[in-house]
Each structure stands twice: as C-alpha cells, then as structure tokens.
C-alpha cells in the first residue's frame, strides 16, 4: 500500500484500493468479532478477566461496536464501491491514489478512535461514541473522499444509464455525511436533555437506515445478476425501494424512544413511518429473489449467492421484527432487553454482514484474478457465520423476552440474571463461532492472493468454482 | 422532455421518448449487468396495501395508552373512607377496585387496564388532591412512576378560563397521522410520476440484441 501512496495515479493498478479495502474490512472483522467475544464471555462468565479496569466490559463494549460498523462493515462498504461503481460504468476508479489514501487514513482513523475509546475517552452516546474531533476525522477525512470518488466515478462513466447499485451508492454516500454531522450535533454545540436523546437515536437509526441498509441492498443488486447471469428482475421495482428508502427509513427515529417525554405526535408519526419500513424491504426481497427465478441451484453450489441470498432472505424477519417491535405496545415489553441486542445483530451480524462478504468474496477473487483458494474453506466460513449468527440470535432474542417478562412483573432482578445465564452462554458460543469462522476467512483470502489459481481471461471467477 | 398525460397510468413519456429509453435499455451494457422491466407482482401490491393499512391501525396511541390522575379520582376519594381505613392494604385495595366497578366508573376498562396497590394510591394522593384544588382537568395529567405531570400531547385548542390553550387528553388520532398521510400520499405521486416516465412494462427488453 505504502509504495502506491505518493505514485502517480496512471501507476497504480486499477482495483488496488478495492483490494487493500477488501483485506482492511476482514481484519476488522476478526477484531471486532473477537472483541464481541470477549464482551460476550464477561457476561457469560462474570469472573473472567476479573479486576483490570481497561478490559471491564464499559470500556470494551462500544470499541466492538464501531469496529464491527466502521471496520468490518463499512470498510466492506468502501470495497464495493471501489470496485463496483466503475464496474457499473464501464470505466475506472476516478482516483486510484486517492482510494488508496482513503484506505490507508481510514485505517489510521480507526484504530486512533478505537484506542481512545478503549482509554474512555467518549461521547457516552450509543452508537455515536466517539469524541467530536474523531466525527471530524471520519467525516472530512474518511466519508468526503470516499464519497467524492463515487460521485465522480458515476459521473465519468461511460454509459448513458445508471444502475440501481449506483444511485444507492451515490446517495448513501450523501446521506452518511448528513447524519453523522447532524446526528454529533449534541457534541458540536453542547445540545443536552431531550433533544440529545432524540439526536443520538436519530443518528443510530439513520446509520442503519441510510447507510448500513440501502449500501448492502445496493450490493446484492450487483452480486446478484452478475453471478447468475439473470436480468435484475424489475427497473421499476428498484425505484420503489430506493425512494421508499429513502422518504420512510429517514424518519422514524423517534420509535427508538417510545417512553420517553418527546411530543406524542411525533412518536405517531414516527411509529407509523416504522412499520412503513417494510415497503422497502418488500420491493428488496421480492426484486432480488425473482431475480433468481431459474438458478436457484446456485443457492446451495455457489458462495457468493448462498451468502447473498441467506442476507436476502435475513431481511424478512429483519423488517418484521423492526417494524412491529416499535410499536408502543410491543416496546413496552421488549424495550431495554436483550431482544433488541438481539435484533440489533440481526442487521448488523446477519442480514448486511452476508451480504457484505458476498461482495468480498468476489470483488477479491475479480480484481486479484484468482480462484478462491479453497471452497471448502469457505463453505466451512459460511456455514460457522450462519450457525453461530443464529445461536446467538435466537439466545438473545428468548433472554430478551424472559428480560420483559421480569420487567413487567417486577422479577427481582438477580432471579432475571440466573434465568438468562444458559442464554448468555449459548451467545457466547454464537459470537466465538463468528469470530473463528472469519479467522479462518483470512486464511483463505491471504492464500487465494499467494496461491489461489490464476483465472484466465474473459472468465468469471464463479464459472471455475467447481473447475480443477 | 415531453410529457404525456392523456393516459398517466400507462405511461407519462412520449412514444419517441419511450422508443429510444427501449433502445437505450436493449442496448446499453452496464458492467454485464442487464434489467428487465417487469412491474410489481399484484400479490406483493396487495401486501403493499395492507402494510400500510396495518401501519395506521397497530400504532395507535390507544394500544399504548398511559395512565391518567382522572382514573384514579375515585380510588383517592375512598382510600380515607372507615371501611378502607380498617382493612389490610390488599383488602383495602379490593374494597376500593369493587366499589367502583360497582358503582360505574367511567374509565372502568382503563382501570382494568392499569391496576395499582395502596401503596401506588398513596404516592400520588396529595398530588392529584392538590390539582382538584386547582380545578384542573385531571385527564390532562399522566402518572409517570410516582409523580403526576402535565401530559405531553399536543391536542386541539380549547377555551380555558378565558384563555385558549392546547387540550393534553390522549387523542385517538393526532397531527402525527396527518403528517404520516402526506408523506405516503406524496410518496406515492412521486414514485407513479418516476415509475410511469420508464417505457410501459408491456416493454421487456430483448438482451441477445446488445449483450452476450
């Protein structure tokens, strides 16, 4: 990476930020996910790495947390956009050299936010944790060139149209901006009480909403038709779930906060935009799945699609359980419990993460031209992400509900705590198969640069997967 | 770019305009990637439709409703009746539930709804004793825990004491819904507006002419 940093931009090889960003997203997925197991076993097994402050689960948890979302998943993110948006367009990068100092400040960024969050030094807002100079950092210095390389990549292209995967990417790249600016607000100028509460949910709804959501969606609709070889099964629909994304993911964050004293009104409005989230999910679902409509074969031989389409089909319960938890009646019992962790990790963990290394595995395999270098490793990485992600969903999501029942009919806490333990350890054991399964990824990738098969030209790397 | 509006629901777009964005789609390769032009599966429509009923009627306030100080007007009036005086606080609590059910309480399925014990009783008592004195509307204020505060809807405006003033009972229906169906009635222009300026989906672009 050092070596192309100060080359000049023709010198660089086209694909080498996508790469470095596709190597970066794995690393910082096994330190996320270790240190999710780490935290995981605190809870499991109250004694373990007893007494020393820095590796207490306060300081540890929000460092797993914007590792897995700035890490893994947006580096991921940062990835597919590297590779996919001139893709789309018939052309290159717009700055090679650029994407490469985007990755490599990114890096830097990230582990610089991380560490000072680790030594405490935090916003002490979920989700949006880091300090203000860090949100600075990420925004200027992370987002803006990384946004600007889309944006100018679309615009050089050399087609007449712009697919789907493009508007996604260029506008997420916008709105991820706007959030991250709007939602640190409280940071910036000092805002406190309520209307801190509501920015901080309105920031960590619209990183899931506008960002997280809409960028993996925009990559399935690229994995997808370029694997089977099928047409994306409707234009049209695609313009339902970008708009729809748009106008009715924005706007419910107040559902984050049913209890809370915010104007009636608005937690109306915003439970009714909540469960409206489903339309997007509904043209999502229904575009993608038919679009497999004669190659549903490659669901079970191929890695990229069995990863995409377990996402796809994640998004189901996803949206249901989105749309319908926020209701003032549902909130009531699940607000606060492990079902939301749980739900949390189903976004996150299993329905963007599948789809995410979907778009790793075969933007690696594309731009390094090499054959994965063993599919049965990968086949291994799918089967202990899917596992493990559903251990530890569907543990949180029965202690969350014996957490509510405690709540509602006031179980003295301690009695909760002992209920949950069998739940707490099984997520441990979820989160630890994760976190294995990726360091295995890693191996798998590391050998596919130095060994994998070299793929011919004018070739697929999927149309070798089975060729010896 | 013309516009066409004899026939909106087929398409908005002129036939020159529709015949050459044919073209273009059959045409143009992007990455390797084509599209086809199909429109929404009429039972995914449906389901559409019924998300968006279903989104009005499973968030009403009414299913998440709040305790108010008037539900429990009543309960207070008793607690320092002889009869409750001489019970146990459980026996207590049951003398007053029975009295009231029996005698027709206006807010009878709220108070099923929201059951308390005496000690509850006596945490708000002087604070709704204190609001009757006051001649406020006890409807108007929520029990959050142990204290009794003004609630925070946002109502119509009513006359009170001369004064106009926002009324802060639980509305069955409030702006919020209103500023739900706007954004879904625009929502829905915008999107036949963008959707209906594509070639009808009687179109289905050919692939073999410009692609591989």
Known sequence: MFKYLFAKNEDIPAGSAAVYFGYSSIMWFIVGTGLGSFNAAKLAFPDFVYGIELLSFGHMRQVHVLAVILGWISMAFAMAMMYITPALGNTKLWSERMGVWNCFLWNVGLALGLFLLWMGVTSGREYSDLPWFIDLVVIFGVLFPLALNVWMTIKTRRTQGIYTTNWFFGAATFMVMIVFLVGNSPEFFSLTGLTEAYLTWWFAHNVLGLWITPVAAAISYYIVPKVTGNPLYSHRIGHLHFWSVVVFYSTPAAHHLMSAPLPEWLKSFASVEGVLILVPAIAFVSNLLLTMTGKWKMFVENVEIKFTISGVLMAIPLNMQGGFQQTRAINWYIHGTGWIVAHAHLALLGFSTFLEAAAVYYGLQTLLRRKLYSLALANFHFWMLLIGFTTYWTSMTIAGLIQGAGKIYEVPYIDVVIAEHPYMIARWVGGTMVFLGNCVWLYNMWMTARAGTVIPAGRLPHELAYER | ?212
């Open chain 2, 1 to 212: 770019m013309a516009w066409k509006l004899d026939n909106p629901l087929h398409t908005l777009t002129s036939e020159d305009q529709n015949q050459s964005a044919t073209e273009l789609w059959e045409a143009e390769s992007l990455g390797g990637i084509t599209e086809d032009n199909n429109r929404l599966p009429q039972p995914v429509l449906s389901l559409l439709v019924l998300t968006i009923i279903t989104a009005f009627l499973i968030t009403f306030p009414l299913w998440g409703q709040r305790p108010h100080a008037a539900m429990y007007e009543e309960y207070i009036a008793l607690m320092d009746s002889p009869e409750v005086q001489n019970l146990s606080d459980e026996k207590a609590m049951q003398y007053i539930v029975d009295k009231v059910k029996s005698s027709g309480s206006k807010w009878g399925p709220l108070q099923e709804r929201h059951p308390l014990e005496m000690d509850d009783l006596r945490m708000i008592k002087a604070q709704v004793i204190e609001l009757q004195k006051k001649g406020a509307r006890l409807d108007e204020y929520t029990i959050v825990g142990n204290k009794v505060v003004m609630a925070n809807f946002e109502g119509n405006f009513i006359e009170d004491k001369g004064n106009m003033r926002r009324e802060r009972v639980q509305p069955w229906w409030d702006k919020g819904y209103t500023i739900d169906i706007f954004f879904i009635l625009v929502f829905c222009v915008a999107l036949v507006i963008v959707v209906k300026r594509l070639p009808p989906f009687s179109f289905q672009p050919d692939h073999s002419k410009g692609h591989h």
